[in-house]
């Protein structure tokens, strides 16, 4: 389509799933192979370009994108040392799905706290898991849960470790309980399917991947809600937003003005808006999101979500761009599992765990 | 004679047009025929070039495919690599959880590092009991449901290396899979977007308008390079033209389509509609026939200017011929013959019966002239009154010769003065007059050179010239009598002194 709009420049496209999506983004980027137009993380901005020289300058090129469509607060996401590296699609935050359905036979009001997941695992008695998540949404479920009860963050802004041996093991502890008491399946078993059939009443996902884990549980008849950010005791707080994936441009590119033209085509195009709707969330850009609006595409359980984010954005704490090492989150999962399957205890799995988080190179 | 150099003016006038058609059309043959040589020779030129470009590629894009499905190949032969990968079986119930775990974590973690640069929708071992480990996308899952290992382990195809390629799965070209067999228990299964395949059919610059296809044996199209022909049947028009083929290479006039199978049935065709592809061609025809139709022209033009250049002595010959035929040598006006001819073509055609005056003159002294001065003087006198007469009379009016110093002119009339017809022909009578004594008095004192006239009417007098003829004879006649240097216009009584006479 933009090729038509634009004839004289050719597009060539690299499909990339996610998983392993930053492994090959790494290789490419140390390899000067990246493309001119690129998806990143959020967390890629400060790992390639803390200087803001690791991406190309997109003020440079407002002539051909519009940025009148982001609000500054959109584009402060991507600003790296006063150079705009990136501009988000959207904003991502994890969100908890639940199937009321599962949740009403069972007589249960949608929870709100970690130990309404505790109660319903009780009451549903083995026959669902109030809650599933895959290994990331794991992590993230426990770092917000131990960081509300210790007022305690993960890390800070450079990437080091915060956290305790006490908070690291309570992590351990809080997710080897969860799946003692059947709140949740382990993360290995986590099975999409079985959030379609039913089987999970619930389940933890990025916002952005609402359509994709709920569409076809709605049309299996079950209703999908969104339900609160889980907190202790109502308060919300160590729940983490971030923009969705960004688009940024290669710190060399050959042809700054026809990446720049894609990059606008990709943002803020009625066509792309039109054509993607709301599979990376909401858009931030107004263009996007008001052709959106005007063609009634606003609506569904990704734009609840979206309703929701919204309703709690002021107290939705920044992602650090550290966040989502993957290593890391291997190194947790890998704790729990010495410890659920009886090979070690958790306070020898804390000590391990923490000194393996603070091994991790930025 | 005069009517033979008539004829043979006609004849070589006739000849010259034919000479100039002729070579004109001789040209324009030949310029046909050279054109359509340069065309048939450029033609099977270009059409061998592209024949054999187009073979060419084929030929390279069936060796990208086979090396990129090559590699996918051996992507997973390095499945192979690690015991602990190829013999692990998730349904053996001997496997604790623990364990379980732990090795679906290596091998996941080996997988992952196999296909960290590959761009595959799934990259996993597949389990009896339909567990997979390592990637599996969400599409793949939904479309496979709880048919995943089963489906899976259907598309191998090749016993021998327990392997195989696939696509259209449920009717979904957009994939294509490879499946090999890790274990009793387990197939590894790769699968890519078919898009992917752009990079392997990519062709270089110049051959846009070539379609490239990647075609199953059931005549399906897995991939083209034309955006949405996958899964849809192989447009009969090329399908015709290379069935029952492994490897062709065909031409006509409305396609050009090379063929070549590669493994699993798939085979790779290159087509393009002939009328693009020869395009250039096409332009070559259009240039060598506008080239070869302007040179014709100015050949053409040359050559009639050269003709005319060649002709034209000719041209003045025949010309002579002619004025020789029709005119009086001495003098350049009408012989006897011409000039009677003329006059009576112009009484038949004269059907309004306007008034026409014939006037004869007969020079006076003219022997004494001859006598004294010479014949050659004489002659001299003879053009010098063929000059008068010119002078004196329009270009309407003929005048001519009758012999020795007799001279004729017959006066046309214009419609102005049909009415006072004999004002008109006694002006031109005293101007005839006052010419002749204006020309001969005083030049030559011995001799004053006038003429005596007689002049008949049409149709008053007669209806031919030779009764016209003879009443200005009559009348001239009666001039000389009167003393000579005069002019008398024929009246009826005149024929009775004849008759009397």
Redesign the interface.
């Known amino acids: 389509m933009f090729e038509s709009l634009h004839p004289d420049i050719k597009v060539k496209c690299h499909y990339s799933e996610w998983s392993g999506y930053q492994t090959r983004n790494d290789v490419r980027m140390v390899s000067h192979t990246e493309s001119d137009v690129m998806q990143i993380n959020y967390a890629w901005l400060k790992q390639y370009s803390d200087d803001g020289e690791g991406y190309y300058d997109i003020n440079q090129l407002s002539e051909y994108v519009d940025l009148s469509d982001f609000t500054e607060e959109d584009l402060a996401y991507g600003m790296q040392n006063g150079k705009l590296n990136a501009i988000p699609i959207a904003l991502n935050t994890m969100t908890v799905y639940i199937n009321k359905t599962i949740y009403d036979q069972y007589g249960l009001d949608v929870p709100k706290t970690w130990d309404d997941f505790f109660h319903a695992a009780e009451v549903m008695n083995g026959e669902h898991y109030p809650i599933s998540m895959s290994k990331k949404s794991a992590w993230f479920f426990l770092v917000s849960y131990v960081g509300q009860m210790t007022g305690k963050n993960l890390m800070d802004d450079e990437g080091n470790i915060t956290f305790g041996e006490k908070e690291v093991t309570m992590m351990i502890e809080t997710y080897c309980e969860l799946i003692n008491k059947k709140v949740m399946p382990q993360v290995e078993y986590f099975d999409k399917l079985k959030i379609v059939d039913g089987s999970y009443a619930g389940v933890l996902a990025w916002l952005s991947d609402a359509e994709n884990y709920c569409g076809e549980t709605i049309e299996n008849g079950y209703e999908m809600t969104i339900a609160d950010y889980t907190t202790v005791n109502g308060e919300l707080n160590s729940w983490y937003a971030k923009p969705a994936t960004m688009y940024a441009i290669r710190k060399d590119v050959e042809n700054p003005r026809e990446a720049a033209l894609l990059l606008d085509y990709l943002l803020n195009s009625h066509e792309m808006a039109g054509f993607q709707k709301l599979e990376k969330g909401v858009p931030l850009s107004a263009s996007a999101r008001n052709y959106l609006e005007e063609n009634d595409m606003l609506n569904g359980i990704q734009y609840d979500a979206f309703i929701k984010m919204q309703e709690s954005k002021d107290k939705l704490e920044i992602i650090s761009p550290y966040f989502e090492n993957d290593t890391m989150i291997d190194a947790f999962i890998d704790s729990c599992n010495e410890v659920l399957y009886g090979k070690s205890d958790e306070t020898e799995q804390g000590k391990i765990l923490l000194r393996n988080l603070t091994a991790i190179p930025e | 004679m005069n009517r033979k150099n008539v004829s043979t003016d006609v004849r070589i006038r006739w000849l010259k047009r034919m000479m100039l058609i002729s070579e004109v059309s001789v040209i324009f043959l030949l310029s046909a025929v050279i054109s359509f040589l340069t065309i048939k020779k450029t033609d099977t030129a270009l059409k061998t070039k592209v024949i054999a470009m187009t073979s060419a590629l084929n030929e390279q894009m069936q060796m990208n495919l086979d090396s990129y499905l090559q590699r996918m190949e051996t992507i997973g032969t390095l499945v192979f690599a690690e015991e602990e990968v190829y013999k692990y079986s998730a349904v053996d119930s001997s496997n604790?959880?623990?364990e379980a775990?732990?090795t679906?974590?290596l091998i996941e973690d080996k997988l992952?590092d196999l296909?960290?640069?590959e761009?595959?929708?799934d990259f996993a071992i597949v389990y009896s009991n339909n567990h997979p480990v390592g990637?599996v996308?969400?599409g793949t899952?939904?479309l496979f449901?709880d048919n995943l290992y089963s489906d899976l382990e259907a598309m191998i195809n090749r016993p021998k290396t327990a392997d195989g390629w696939s696509t259209g799965y449920k009717e979904n070209y957009k994939r294509i899979y490879y499946v090999k067999r890790v274990n009793d228990d387990a197939v590894l299964v790769i699968s890519f977007?078919t898009?992917?395949l752009?990079d392997v059919f990519e062709h270089p610059g110049g051959i846009d308008d070539i379609a490239v296809q990647l075609v199953e044996a059931n005549g399906i199209v897995i991939y083209s390079s034309e955006s949405g022909q996958e899964g849809k049947v192989l447009d009969s028009e090329i399908s015709e033209r290379i069935k029952g083929h492994t490897a062709v290479t065909t031409m006509d006039n409305k396609y050009l389509i090379t063929l070549k199978e590669c493994g699993d049935n798939w085979s790779v065709v290159c087509s393009a509609p002939a009328k693009k592809i020869l395009k250039e061609k096409n332009d070559v025809t259009v240039f060598v026939v506008i080239v070869t139709l302007i040179t014709a022209v100015l050949a053409s033009a040359l050559s009639v200017l050269l003709v005319s250049k060649i002709i034209r002595p000719v041209n003045k010959i025949v010309d002579s011929l002619s004025d020789e035929a029709h005119n009086d040598l001495l003098t350049g006006i009408l012989n006897k013959k011409t000039f009677e001819k003329k006059v009576d073509e112009s009484i038949k055609q004269n059907i309004d019966f306007k008034k026409k005056a014939v006037i004869l003159l007969d020079l006076d002294n003219f022997k004494g002239v001859n006598d004294t001065l010479g014949h050659a003087y004489g002659d001299k006198v003879l053009v010098g009154v063929g000059d008068i007469l010119r002078r004196v009379f329009h270009t309407d009016d003929y005048t001519g010769r009758l012999g020795g110093d007799e001279f004729c002119v017959y006066l046309n009339i214009s419609d102005l003065c049909q009415g006072n017809y004999i004002n008109h022909i006694e002006e031109k009578c005293e101007e005839l007059c006052k010419a002749f004594a204006n020309n001969y008095t005083g030049d030559n004192d011995n001799y004053k050179i006038s003429a005596s006239i007689g002049v008949a009417v049409f149709p008053d007098n007669g209806n031919s010239f030779g009764e016209l003829y003879k009443c200005a004879d009559k009348a001239l006649y009666s001039s000389k009598h009167k003393g000579k240097d005069t002019y008398t216009i024929y009246n009826e009584s005149m024929s009775d002194k004849e008759e009397t006479k």
Do not use: A, R, T
């Open positions: 604790s959880d623990y775990i732990k679906e974590q992952y296909c960290i640069m761009n595959f929708v990637k996308s969400n899952v939904k449901g977007y898009n992917e752009d």
